[in-house]
């Protein structure tokens, strides 16, 4: 028996237990809890038991009208295609910020990296709503933000390309949406691009170059695709929180930016349809387990390439 619970809890399984114990607790156990709700029946202000016990017969009640509406409703469909676009250009937006600044942070000189890193981590610092908020008074009217892109004119570009509805209206657009977002997960992205890019071997360059290998080339040929293990990190990062996101959408998007959190909030609390709004938030985890299984998948490839 000692040697049995030794193992079990001890060494490299309670290492790995314990993880696993801490997802099934945490992640399966209240996903299964909403799977449960999703194919119940709701009654007043409560639901149904799926499992039933009567004169002796166990039954179970399964309703799935709530999913088979979910792919009838262009509701659904349009705010599930909204976050995800929103989503990705979101994590296009934090790439093509955050990768420049990561390689300049990972090229500085070791004494100044560690102040570069705090500046990645300050807004941690501040409230996340507290943040979001600030943009909202930047970009209304009389903001500095809003009179700096209406005094340039940039605003009339947006408005060209239908970001804003109209010029000098920033908030409550697209733009305001995307831009909300970004600023709000760079940090997200820069973190595993700096980890990973400050690990590169830099005798590659200098081999590239001693064969005749342009800067431009080299950085395409040998640094970005080493940094691919921290590309598919920093999107995944970004993307996943962003397909759900609901109080960035909800203070700086409007009407024609409707997203999938909006709608769980109005099935929760506006319809009280717990059913159905769990039925939204299992498909929506669905959807997300595509780009997690990516992530792990490169993730995997990066640990057996470290070895």
């Known amino acids: 028996m000692t040697t049995w ?3 079990w809890f001890g060494g ?21 809890i909403v799977m449960k709700i999703s194919v119940s029946e709701m009654e007043t202000v409560t639901f149904k038991d799926i499992f039933t016990f009567t004169d002796g017969v166990l039954a179970l009640t399964l309703k799935f009208n709530n999913y088979v509406f979910i792919t009838q409703d262009d509701l659904y469909f349009k705010t599930y295609l909204s976050s995800l676009k929103y989503a990705a250009v979101t994590t296009a937006f934090c790439l093509a910020i955050g990768y420049p600044f990561a390689y300049f942070m990972a090229r500085a000189k070791p004494t100044a990296q560690p102040a570069l890193l705090m500046l990645v981590m300050l807004p941690f610092w501040t409230s996340f709503l507290l943040r979001v908020y600030a943009w909202k008074g930047l970009l209304s009217e009389n ?7 209406v005094g340039s004119g940039f605003d009339q570009v947006l ?10 209206q920033l908030m409550n657009t697209p733009f305001s949406l995307v831009l909300g977002m970004t600023y709000t997960y760079l940090p997200f992205m820069i973190l595993p691009l700096y980890s990973n890019l400050s690990k590169m071997d830099l005798r ?17 040929k040998i640094t970005v695709p ?3 293990a921290g590309i598919i990190a920093g999107s995944m990062l970004v993307f996943i929180p962003c397909v759900g996101e609901f109080v960035i959408p909800e203070l700086l998007g409007g009407p024609q930016t409707l997203m999938i959190g909006r709608v769980l909030w109005d099935e929760f609390f506006s319809n009280n349809d717990w059913p159905m709004a769990s039925s939204v ?24 390439a470290c070895k």
């Open 281 to 304: 938030a299992v498909v929506m985890v669905l959807l997300i387990i595509v780009p997690l299984a990516i992530f792990n998948k490169y993730q995997a490839e990066a640990i057996e």
């Open 226 to 228: 080493l940094s691919k």
């Open 143 to 149: 903001g500095w933000a809003h009179d700096a892109l």
């Open 204 to 220: 590659l360059l200098e081999a590239a170059a001693d064969l005749g290998a342009t800067p431009f080339t080299a950085f395409w």
């Open 159 to 168: 408005a060209s390309l239908g970001l804003i509805s109209a010029p000098g």
């Open 5 to 7: 619970l030794s193992r």
């Open 12 to 32: 490299r399984s309670a290492v790995i237990g314990i993880p696993y114990g801490w997802l099934l607790l945490f992640f399966l156990f209240p996903f299964l």
